[in-house]
């Protein structure tokens, strides 16, 4: 059988996911002070719903969404509001946030109602659930969920997607709820199905995770119209248009969405929160993430708040061994190297990961020696080295004609470069001239 | 679309705040802080390839050619190697510090441009001969055009051609290969298979003159020639290390040798006492030198797979027609040199085919 995956482009890091793969999720333990971002999603930040010294209870609205591409924010713990000021935020600045001071009981709120035949309500019903949770993609990039189940008219969707692909090396949180909770992400793609009224579901994961394959292949043997698909494993499968090309073979065209093939993409975590808040009411205050990599002590899958900075999570994992070079929100490929500990975990805060000084290769850029190594990578097929030439030079009027805005940012092209160039920042430092321009 | 505007417009809000690094920036710890952390841009790992380590794979590739080289012309090889090899690192030092640029011979390009053109180079050829090579490859093609991946041409080869072109008695004056052990103090000079060939079509107007050349000569190395040209055995071995270790592809090779093969075939058969027999043009002067080593030069070739394939199948067309009908007995450095010319017009056409870019958007059209 011919495994499945993109047709071009692509890279192979070291995987690297030894370090937690065999970890059952642990609980973090509730933080003593909660910082909750007002914006943790993309699109319109939230305004606060309580003031300062006003007291909370688990699962309480405290960000109310503004506009339609926003997501509601629930208080992650019981407590008294603290603060409501900027903070830092594991995007890299800081960003009006909640902080809540715990009253160590972890008191919810009575609001809270089972649902115990999940998929009897209706579709609209559901949806307004769906953004009642303020659930967002939590594959990392955040995206409110409730705007990917609100297709257009003329858009007709026939299959949803469940991303359980998790390439990003590092990281097994998508793995390890994967073969825990089938149950929640297999009832969370019926609702997605339901909701988007379609016929066809779909779970993509990659095989380096056969016990994943198998779990979901078992719990929806008696589903016919979910099925679980086995891919290459190669970066960036999990990368949505790449991953519906490996599954269904539609190519989502350029500057167009996957809903143009008629597809949505979620990612099994979102999956699983969908279940979470349709079944049990609950609106999305705690992820799971992956605590990993060199630098710590005890690397852990945890179920852990949202609001719980990341010093508290590296504590519990025994803190963090050797000197530290990088802590990245997020895995290795992908994610935002950041600047203090003081950064709390928000909804897409797929893993922390930590690299001492040793294990950073730390390079200067080299002028391209156009090897053609990034474009064989590039699973967009875009020429990178010639749009960081270009970029370097100043030269923005090029940059479109040669796709700049095609990029997915994956960074193959960044890892593969034996010049040591920083095509990804390059790239998205001419994405953004691009589209300033473009506005004027 | 509404939602894919929004998207796009807060990625660039919070992704692309700060400016582009200045070439041969390090990345640097901030230094305000004490628990500073390393910040920079995705990706936070890389292959573990550089720049250095391609070129030592390919000085590594090299060694059976060099080895061979040097068992067939003895020490004046071993001479001729490292006078080119040292001169080429000393002229990359020199021009840097005098340009100002970082001097960066710990890259090797330099060392692997002295070995590339010592393999160019008939193992008698005179010390001046070598270090004036090592200053056109070095200062003049290289430098000059900006240092490591700005040069058009390739910098062993406008040394080789430059040097054939002012100094042709020398630079055709070949050592007969004698292994080293029955090596006498005379050294006897002699053709090279090309060169006979050439000088029998023209005396005799037919191939007699090279009627006694076994094609397992040339093969294993036992033929006049340029230093490191002599083995297409040795030389196709460390080609193929260079393809499983991906530091060059399949494309240019193939491509190359593939379109002589099919030009000898072709020719061979209209008239078999003009037109040598394949193999003899497949093991003979710098054909394996060229498509393994220097048509693959990753600054000077295309990008693409499509455009290497072409560029591959230029350098054959036009290597052949030079043995043909040319003035010279061998084409392969003008071949290549030529095609590097074309490289960036094959560059501009020939681009990758974007994801997505096939396919219609649905509602563009509305």
């Known amino acids: 059988m011919k495994t499945l995956t993109f047709p071009a482009g692509g890279v192979h890091p070291p995987e690297s996911k030894h370090y937690t793969e065999q970890k059952p999720i642990e609980a973090a333990p509730l933080p003593r002070r909660a910082i909750v971002p007002l914006q943790q999603h993309i699109g319109a930040p939230c305004d606060p719903l309580v003031k300062v010294k006003e007291t909370v209870c688990v699962g309480q609205r405290i960000g109310e969404p503004k506009g339609f591409v926003s997501a509601p924010i629930h208080a992650p713990i019981s407590g008294t509001i603290s603060a409501i000021a900027d903070r830092p935020h594991p995007l890299g600045r800081e960003i009006r946030s909640i902080v809540i001071d715990s009253d160590g009981e972890d008191r919810w709120c009575d609001a809270i109602t089972e649902t115990a035949d999940f998929l009897s309500p209706s579709p609209a019903d559901l949806k307004a659930k769906i953004l009642e949770a303020g659930i967002v993609g939590m594959g990392g990039a955040t995206f409110p969920t409730h705007v990917k189940l609100s297709p257009p008219e003329e858009k007709k969707i026939d299959t949803a997607i469940v991303n359980g692909v998790e390439c990003e090396p590092f990281l097994t949180a998508d793995h390890r709820l994967m073969v825990e909770k089938p149950e929640e992400i297999v009832g969370g793609l019926e609702i997605l199905m339901k909701v988007l009224s379609v016929k066809q579901g779909a779970i993509g994961i990659e095989m380096n995770k056969p016990d994943a394959i198998e779990v979901l292949t078992r719990a929806t043997a008696d589903k016919p119209h979910v099925s679980v698909y086995p891919l290459e494993v190669k970066y960036p499968q999990g990368a949505e248009k790449q991953l519906i090309k490996a599954i269904l073979g539609r190519e989502v065209p350029s500057g167009g969405l996957p809903m143009d093939v008629g597809v949505v993409v979620q990612n099994v975590g979102t999956a699983a929160a969908v279940f979470r808040a349709v079944r049990h009411g609950i609106p999305l205050i705690e992820r799971i993430t992956t605590v990993t990599g060199p630098g710590i002590a005890t690397p852990k899958n945890l179920r852990v708040r949202v609001g719980t900075p990341f010093s508290d999570i590296l504590e519990f994992c025994g803190g963090l061994v050797g000197k530290a070079g990088k802590v990245i929100s997020g895995g290795p490929m992908m994610g935002m190297a950041q600047y203090s500990l003081d950064v709390p975990v928000i909804k897409g805060t797929s893993g922390i990961l930590v690299f001492r000084d040793q294990d950073l290769r730390l390079t200067d850029s080299n002028p391209c020696i156009r090897c053609g190594k990034c474009i064989t990578a590039c699973p967009m097929q875009i020429n990178p080295s010639l749009l960081g030439v270009y970029v370097e030079a100043g030269v923005m009027d090029e940059l479109e004609v040669h796709h700049v805005l095609d990029c997915i940012e994956c960074g193959s092209c960044a890892f593969i470069c034996p010049a040591g160039r920083p095509l990804v920042h390059l790239v998205r430092y001419g994405k953004a001239e691009v589209l300033a321009q473009k506005k004027k | ?366």
């Open chain 2, 1 to 366: 679309m509404e939602a894919n505007r929004k998207e796009t417009a807060a990625q660039e809000e919070t992704k692309a705040a700060a400016a582009p690094p200045k070439k041969g920036e390090k990345a640097k710890k901030p230094e305000t802080s004490s628990d500073a952390f390393i910040l920079s841009a995705s990706p936070h790992i890389s292959s573990g390839e550089s720049i250095r380590s391609l070129m030592n794979d390919v000085i590594l590739a090299l060694v059976p050619g060099l080895l061979v080289g040097i068992y067939y012309f003895g020490m004046d090889a071993v001479r001729v190697i490292a006078i080119t090899t040292a001169s080429a690192v000393a002229f990359e030092a020199g021009t840097q510090r005098l340009m100002g640029r970082p001097v960066a011979v710990s890259d090797m390009s330099a060392v692997l441009t002295g070995i590339l053109l010592a393999m160019n180079l008939p193992s008698g050829s005179p010390w001046w001969i070598c270090v004036i090579g090592s200053a056109v490859a070095i200062v003049v093609a290289k430098q000059l055009y900006g240092g490591i991946g700005y040069n058009i041409f390739n910098p062993a080869l406008v040394a080789r051609v430059v040097l054939l072109i002012s100094w042709p008695v020398q630079m055709t004056t070949w050592p007969e290969p004698k292994p080293f052990f029955q090596r006498g103090v005379d050294t006897v000079t002699g053709a090279t298979a090309l060169g006979k060939m050439k000088e029998s079509l023209l005396l005799q107007g037919d191939l007699s003159g090279i009627a006694d050349i076994r094609w397992i000569d040339p093969f294993l190395g036992h033929t006049g020639g340029s230093l490191g040209e002599i083995s297409a055995v040795a030389l196709a071995l460390g080609g193929i290390y260079l393809i499983a270790r991906r530091v060059i592809t399949w494309h240019i090779p193939v491509s190359y040798l593939g379109s002589v093969l099919v030009m000898a075939v072709i020719f061979h058969q209209i008239d078999p006492n003009r037109y040598a027999p394949p193999m003899f043009h497949l093991v003979t002067g710098g054909l394996m030198l060229g498509a393994f080593y220097m048509a693959t030069d990753l600054v000077t070739s295309p990008v693409t797979y499509r455009g290497m394939l072409i560029f591959g199948v230029g350098c054959g067309i036009i290597t052949m027609v030079i043995r043909y009908w040319g003035g010279y007995p061998e084409g392969v450095s003008f071949a290549i040199l030529l095609m590097n010319a074309t490289t960036p017009l094959i560059d501009r056409w020939v681009k990758p085919k974007t994801f997505g870019t096939t396919v219609q958007r649905a509602g563009a059209a509305e």
